[in-house]
């Protein structure tokens, strides 16, 4: 390549990274403490996958493998990133049908339809308020029997190790059903924090995040949770620190649950700056990429509000939603009538998910966590330590510095007569 291509391409490549700095400044630079939501929502689901769904496992009743072939969801794969958008939709309609199927249990249905005999016979005419106190409390009964009933016998066994006696008479498919409904609630949960814009649910999601991640073996994901709970709780100064926590959203049409995550929106404005300079062909210079990356947010907010006000359609690039009701009905029936997988029977297990805590977090090895929180203690200690002499050698050179220039600065005062002797004064 001769010297005036290599002159050439370099230009172009710091025109490039001039267009992503000027899109860069749309938004804040606190974003790089936290993955974006779509990698992150990615791993988590990664983590169910390696956890509940195994070929092997396709005449077991309940499994994530059996229920995708009972949908025929071929497009559903082990590995994730071949086709996020697949099982993401697959995961979130057995997780619905999952949370059915226990509260048809609780309330003794055999069917979706059927009229609960648990309902007082005069719901009906009570106000409103009356049967929102209702429902809550039936809500909270069933997240008590299937959630939060299981996490307090955890707790008590990693307190009391005496209390795995009798573990075995637990019925391991039930365990397998609830933690599957566990770790799918705490992925939902997840991106509706990002679509409410909550940024204090979101640092409690991390603390969940770094446990799963431990329990994955997700080492760098871990030391990210780690580091954005450090960073907020006190690493940072506090308007810093809320910065990091509430600087994570971008809502581009306005209202509630339209948020979307800060570094998903830099990536959609990535692909739009892609899109505008690959249409430029021979005009492919530094001045007109450097043009695109200064006006692109401009250009495409009129872009759209020109749309609104001439009535044209956007471009339909997705297929029409197919009707999820005879698939959701089918999954009802699988674990509700033929499987029963929410009734008690103990003993029962599948033959390759035959380990299955009575928890999601009951096989999370407190002790080696706790090791590691401990040396990460230490070590940013340590740097925060290094760091705080640094800071205070600085300081004290700069005083020294001003302190010098100060008395260099009284020794040459001129006195009133153009002379460069010293004032009197001195």
């Known amino acids: 390549m001769c010297h005036t291509n290599r002159r050439c391409e370099a ?17 804040s630079v606190h974003q790089s403490f936290e993955t974006p939501l779509i990698m992150r929502v990615s791993v988590s689901l990664q ?17 994530l493998f059996q229920l995708r072939n009972v949908l025929n969801r071929r497009n559903v794969v082990s590995k994730v990133s071949k086709n996020y958008h697949a ?20 309330l003794e249905m055999d069917d979706v339809n059927q009229t609960p005999s648990m309902f007082p016979r005069r719901l009906h005419l009570v106000d409103r308020a009356g049967r929102k106190r209702f429902l809550k409390n039936l809500i909270g009964t069933v997240i008590d029997s299937f959630i939060f009933g299981p996490m307090v016998q955890s707790l008590q066994r990693v307190a009391d190790p005496e209390a795995n006696a009798g573990e075995d008479c637990h019925d391991r498919v039930l365990n397998y059903a609830a933690n599957f409904m566990k770790f799918g609630l705490i992925r939902a949960v997840t991106v509706l924090t990002t679509a409410s814009g909550d940024g204090n649910r979101a640092m409690w999601n991390w603390k969940y995040s770094l446990i799963i991640y431990q329990q994955g073996h997700k080492t760098k994901y871990r030391l990210e949770a ?22 994570r959203f971008v809502n581009y049409s306005g209202g509630e649950g339209k948020n979307l995550d800060g570094d998903y929106v830099m990536e959609r404005l990535n692909k739009l700056a892609k899109s505008k300079v690959r249409k430029l062909g021979p005009n492919h210079t530094s001045e007109m990429v450097m043009r ?10 009129v872009m759209k509000h020109f749309e609104v006000q001439i009535q044209v359609a956007p471009i339909g690039r997705t297929h029409k939603d197919r009707d999820l009701v005879r698939d959701r009905n089918l999954l009802i029936e699988e674990l509700h009538n033929r499987v029963k997988v929410f009734e008690q029977h103990p003993g029962r297990e599948h033959t390759y998910f035959a380990h299955q805590p009575v928890d999601i977090f009951a096989d999370c090895d407190v002790a080696d966590l706790h090791q590691w929180l401990s040396s ?7 740097v925060m330590g290094i760091l705080a002499w640094f800071v205070i050698g600085v300081t004290f050179l700069n005083s020294c510095l001003s302190y010098f220039n100060l008395g260099y600065a009284n020794r040459d005062i001129w006195d009133g007569h153009g002379k460069g002797t010293r004032c009197h004064a001195l």
């Open 11 to 27: 230009e172009r490549q710091g025109a490039w990274t001039s267009c992503y700095v000027h899109i860069a400044k749309c938004f």
């Open 47 to 63: 983590v169910i996958m390696d956890k509940f769904y195994l070929p092997a496992s396709a005449n077991e009743g309940g499994t």
């Open 87 to 106: 099982t993401g939709a697959f995961i979130d309609l057995v997780l619905e049908a999952h949370i059915i199927v226990a509260i048809m249990q609780h």
């Open 226 to 247: 780690f580091l954005l709970q450090a960073a907020v709780k006190a690493l940072l100064p506090p308007r810093l620190a809320e910065q990091v926590k509430w600087s």
């Open 292 to 301: 695109i990356g200064k006006t692109l947010q401009f250009c495409y907010d």
């Open 376 to 382: 990460k203690r230490v070590e940013f200690a340590r």
